[in-house]
């Protein structure tokens, strides 16, 4: 007998409006997040994570079922993530200005660092290793970077890693070791510019 | 075990998967170099703060997925019912119009005919 998931999977096969509607607000902000995080930049993310569910809507028969619907949509995400950071290097965008808009426009609706500092100099503190951080993911290669979103910030397990990457898990443990070194290094780079 | 043999395994220690006699002696290469607990400290403070990256909530993505699959699929999804329906197109509005001032005239005509309306003058 049909599971709910799977008929509601045979009616976005169907290209169902409503399931199709349910689809993007259940996982939008998942899929948001991941690319804020891969991109640095919230508008950047909201452009592309529309572009997610619309090549989902496409190409929603290639899901074949043998992951989770949010693994699939993860690895559509990563990839198209992956495409527009290539995208924005070939067009040799700037990758300071947005991260310092962030840091300074989402400070006051998201907080820093998740805490309450008790002083202006511990809020200028905390924002500027937030904004510090953010480079330094930045400046890692494409992979590496989603590695580390997917493990460190979005808090995936691994095995939902192997299944958004296709790597073995040997290979995300020992990439994401690599990636996290590279992180690190950056990190401490851009800390101590005057 | 060596510094280099330990740094290879901050990220295990980090996450807690190692191997308790590994654990051992992670653990005691530190307590025997400053500079390697401090360097593994350094690391778990950046793998901390990248933990905890705040990240905007996003806003209601739906309406703009909704206007690209219609856009792209010229109308077939997303599209406006009534207008599809009647086979309208974006002229819809201005055909609804003139069929309203259609009816309306020919309501004044049948009035005016059954004297039921009287034009100020006559």
Not at chain 1, 96 to 117: C, F, I, K, N, Y
Not at chain 1, 134 to 154: G, K, N, T
Request: net charge neutral; aromatic share 6%; with cysteine.
């Amino acid at each position: 007998m049909a599971t709910d998931e799977q008929r509601w999977i045979e009616r976005l096969r169907r290209r169902d409006e409503g399931a199709f509607n349910e689809l993007v607000r259940r996982h939008q902000e998942p899929i948001f997040r991941l690319l804020s995080s891969m991109l640095g930049d919230a508008a950047e993310a909201e452009d592309v994570a529309q572009e997610v569910f619309v090549s989902v809507f496409k190409s929603i028969d290639s899901f074949r079922g043998d992951a989770a619907l949010s693994t699939w949509l993860y690895r559509v995400a990563v990839n198209h993530g992956k495409n527009r950071i290539k995208y924005l290097a070939r067009r040799a965008r700037d990758a300071q200005r947005p991260l310092d808009e962030r840091t300074e426009g989402q400070q006051a609706s998201m907080g820093v660092m998740g805490s309450r500092p008790a002083s202006p100099d511990q809020v200028a503190e905390a924002l500027q290793a937030e904004g510090h951080v953010q480079r330094a993911l930045s400046c890692l290669e494409e992979e590496q970077r989603v590695l580390v979103v997917l493990r460190d910030v979005e808090n995936l397990s691994y095995d939902e890693i192997v299944g958004v990457t296709g790597l073995p898990i040997g290979t995300v443990k020992s990439r994401l070791h690599r990636a996290r070194l590279a992180l690190h290094k950056a990190f401490r780079a851009l800390s101590e510019e005057p | 075990m060596t510094a280099d043999e330990a740094r290879e395994l901050f990220s295990d220690a980090l996450e807690g998967e190692l191997e308790p006699a590994q654990q051992r002696a992670f653990e005691a290469a530190l307590a025997a170099d400053a500079e390697l607990r401090a360097e593994y400290q350094a690391f778990q403070e950046t793998m901390a703060l990248t933990r905890g990256l705040p990240v905007a909530p996003a806003g209601d993505l739906l309406p703009g997925v909704q206007r690209r699959l219609r856009a792209r699929s010229k109308g077939r999804f997303y599209g406006d019912r009534f207008a599809q329906r009647a086979g309208l197109g974006v002229l819809h509005p201005v055909l609804l119009a003139l069929l309203m001032l259609t009816l309306l005239a020919l309501a004044w005509v049948g009035l005016e005919a059954l004297g039921a309306v009287t034009l100020p003058g006559r």
